[in-house]
């Protein structure tokens, strides 16, 4: 995107932590100690449940004090999955919680190790000439999955040094056949990641030319800003607690998930993407386009999704571990023999591919905070919600999209909320869109990633803006109730009404 700050995944953590606070092929490495097997799973409906209070990290201790990572970013429930442990503690535990909407938590206990033998392991490498950070370490303790319900997972490591720290782990559902799937957006998180004083925006010396080229997965997520648990919990818990509890058919997958596997949707209703999903690899891009032209619907609820165009290659640990982007064509090595998976953004020379194919809308900007702005409450999901006109303080921001006809556009298109604001000094607007096809499938896009967090009650960005958290939660229900039923662009189509509001080009 234009204009990244690399201090923007710091700054939007201190917004949107406080709201979510408050309320693929296993190595050849050896396995360690098998734990004991896992309690029976939840029920289908956690909001029928009571969950586990206190499951948050309260004490993280020093750096490095605990950490840990997954061989696999998902599995299948009933895969073992291995974790790798670094601690000082000379003994820990593991707690895995099951996340969602539970009864008073967002959490429920599904299993817990005995104590394990802590150590301290090797020390990141960094991996020349791409600057790849990866923990060299020994495999701690291998988990069992058997009987778990799919879901997003995180393991809460305890050390008896008093530190904590997360991993995450997505048990994907082996059938998607009539869900609406919620995609993790790993490759994000981990784009971010700077753990080990590298990520794909930061190096140790502050010299963006001196990033990393490639990260792997084979590291934890830091822990400043993500615990351990990647973007997880300020990106992608509220939407995920929300849709629970609303009792809509759910699959759970992560973009790794979309990336290597054709068939994940299909028979899905829906795909529903989160806060921050910019980076995507080709076949990611392929298989949810033509998911869409069969008649799945899309849900993009973010503000900067399909921005960085990425490639995966395999580690020691499995296949699909290692996230390549160059952020450049003639850099990337892959310009002179495979120049179509060369590694600019998506949209840059010299084969431009803009998200808003796909998106409908356009990444213009950040950072900004403004308000939302309804334009068109004759349409299906604001009628009787919000009338034109009507203001939801503060929730376009962080970084924000609109529809820019200067670039490939679906039509037609229809603009929901259309709302002024100021980025870099320039006047735009920022918009939420929705496009139908002729497979039936309707394409959302919040173009904020602030949508998200206005599912919490707290949400910082709106200043806990009851009537806010209202509309955006009667929209968002509205949106994935007809998700549910099938192809929404059939009962809905979109009526263009960007010649109304005097979009240049219309």
């Known amino acids: 995107m234009v204009r990244r700050r690399h201090t923007k995944a710091s700054r939007l953590a201190a917004v949107v932590t406080a709201a979510t606070t408050a309320a693929c092929t296993a190595g050849t490495a050896p396995a360690g ?6 309690a029976s799973p939840p029920p289908q409906s956690p909001s029928q449940q009571q969950g586990t209070p206190g499951w948050e990290i309260t004490h993280p201790g020093p750096e490095h004090a605990i950490e840990g990572y997954a061989d696999h970013t998902s599995v299948s429930p009933g895969e073992d999955v291995r974790l790798f442990v670094s601690t000082t503690a000379a003994h820990y535990t593991v707690t895995a919680y099951r996340m969602g909407a539970y009864r008073d938590s967002d959490a429920l206990e599904v299993w817990k190790s005995p104590a394990q033998p802590g150590r301290r392991q090797a020390a990141a490498t960094v991996q020349k000439p791409t600057s790849t950070v990866v923990a060299p370490w020994e495999p701690s303790l291998t988990v069992a999955t058997r009987d778990w319900a799919p879901g997003d997972y995180l393991f809460r490591l305890d050390g008896d040094n008093g530190a904590q720290q997360f991993v995450p782990l997505t048990l994907r559902t082996p059938s998607n056949a009539g869900k609406i799937v919620i995609v993790n957006a790993v490759t994000t998180w981990q784009a971010y990641n700077r753990w080990g004083g590298y990520s794909l925006y930061d190096a140790p010396d502050g010299k963006r030319a001196n990033r ?5 997965f084979d590291r934890p997520y830091q822990a400043k800003d993500m615990q351990g648990a990647g973007d997880f919990l300020y990106f992608e818990l509220p939407l995920l607690r929300f849709a629970e509890r609303a009792g809509l058919p759910l699959g759970y997958a992560t973009d790794v998930d979309l990336h290597a596997d054709p068939h994940l949707l299909d028979g899905a209703r ?3 993407t989160l806060g921050h999903d910019e980076y995507w690899s080709s076949a990611m891009r392929e ?7 069969r008649g799945v619907n899309l849900a993009f609820l ?8 990425i490639r995966f290659d395999a580690t020691g640990t499995g296949p ?6 160059y952020k450049s064509f003639v850099e990337d090595p892959f310009h002179l023999t495979d120049p179509a998976e060369a590694t600019p953004e998506w949209r840059s020379p010299p084969i431009p591919r803009p998200e808003s194919v796909l998106l409908g809308n356009y990444y213009h900007c950040n950072p900004v905070h403004a308000d939302l702005e309804v334009a068109d409450d004759s349409h299906w999901l604001l009628s009787g919600i919000v009338h034109n006109g009507q203001k939801l303080p503060g929730l376009v921001g962080n970084e924000y999209e609109r529809v820019d006809l200067s670039v490939p556009t679906p039509r037609p ?3 929901l909320f259309h709302s002024p604001l100021t980025c870099g000094g320039h006047a735009d607007f920022a918009d939420v869109s929705y496009y ?4 039936g499938a309707a394409v959302f896009s919040a173009g904020t990633q602030y949508w998200i967090c206005a599912l919490d009650a707290h949400c910082p960005a709106s200043g806990g803006d009851a009537e806010a958290g209202r509309a955006i939660g009667a929209i968002t229900q509205r949106l994935l109730a007809a998700y549910a039923e099938g192809p929404a662009g059939t009962a809905h189509p979109a009526r263009d009404n960007l010649a109304a509001l005097h979009v240049p080009g219309a």
């Not at 100690?33 to 896992?38: G, N, S």
């Open 413 to 415: 298109i229809q603009v």
């Open 212 to 216: 990393s080229r490639a990260v792997s």
């Open 287 to 293: 298989h949810a386009t033509q998911a869409r032209d």
């Open 436 to 439: 139908t096809t002729a497979s």
């Open 270 to 272: 829906a795909m529903v």
């Open 33 to 38: 100690p098998t734990a004991t097997p896992p």
């Open 302 to 309: 973010g503000g900067n999704e399909i921005y960085r165009h």
């Open 320 to 325: 699909d571990r290692l996230e390549v982007d």
